[in-house]
T-cell receptor, first 116, second 112 residues
């Protein structure tokens, strides 16, 4: 089955609020995680990544938190804007795997809707 | 500033027909990938390439073939299309494997 999933398939927030999108993973060997944003009719767009030797990483208006103990990561978007409306995917992989598949395991996505 | 470009953007095929999807990247990336995206299934890796002249199978390779004759191009072929191959196909590239992949706009393929 899918080893990376999301707690909520949809999330609706008001413009200006902070958004939190969650992701659970089951492979304890995963050591690299990525968040992607996919707008309607477009390809996924890289947002931010994090290695397992970090608990937190910040970007522009986004923060990714990683809790290896419970195998959970989250994407926080500050001051959410209408342009943030999209589907957000988390993906995981084990970078220590040598010579194997280049497979990234993607979650099914959370649809974020920002209400004006 | 093109990034990853896929052609065509839309295509309708009849069962049994063949076609080739073209992916071109102008970032000099070593790695290239083909994914398919289906509702409720997320993105699944079909084939990938770690450099010019190399290809390898991904998660769902059956019914597809690929070629990487030039570093900037990665072709995905369907020899005999089936309705189960109706999907949105995405090409991606990255400089380092499995990291920070840049995706194209997608090709919506319908097999009837």
């Amino acid at each position: 089955g899918e080893s990376v999933g999301l707690h909520l398939p949809t999330l609706s927030v008001q413009e200006g609020d902070n958004s939190i999108i969650n992701c659970a993973y089951s492979n304890s060997a995963s050591d690299y995680f990525i968040w992607y944003k996919q707008e309607s009719g477009k390809g996924p767009q890289f947002i931010i990544d994090i290695r397992s030797n970090m608990d937190k990483r910040q970007g522009q208006r986004v923060t990714v938190l990683l809790n290896k103990t419970v195998k959970h990561l989250s994407l926080q978007i500050a001051a959410t804007q209408p342009g943030d409306s999209a589907v957000y995917f988390c993906a995981e992989t084990d970078l220590s795997t040598q010579g194997g598949s280049e497979k990234l395991v993607f979650g099914k996505g959370t649809k974020l809707t920002v209400n004006p | 500033n093109a990034g990853v470009t896929q052609t065509p953007k839309f295509r309708v095929l009849k069962t049994g027909q063949s076609m080739t999807l073209l992916c071109a990247q102008d970032m000099n990336h070593e790695y290239m990938y083909w994914y398919r995206q289906d509702p409720g299934m997320g993105l699944r890796l079909i084939h990938y390439s770690v450099g010019e002249g190399t290809t390898a199978k991904g998660e769902v390779p059956d019914g597809y073939n690929v070629s990487r004759l030039k570093k900037q191009n990665f072709l995905l072929g369907l020899e005999s299309a089936a309705p189960s191959q109706t999907s949105v196909y995405f090409c991606a590239s990255s400089q380092q494997g499995r990291r920070k992949a840049f995706f194209g706009q997608g090709t919506r393929l319908t097999v009837v």
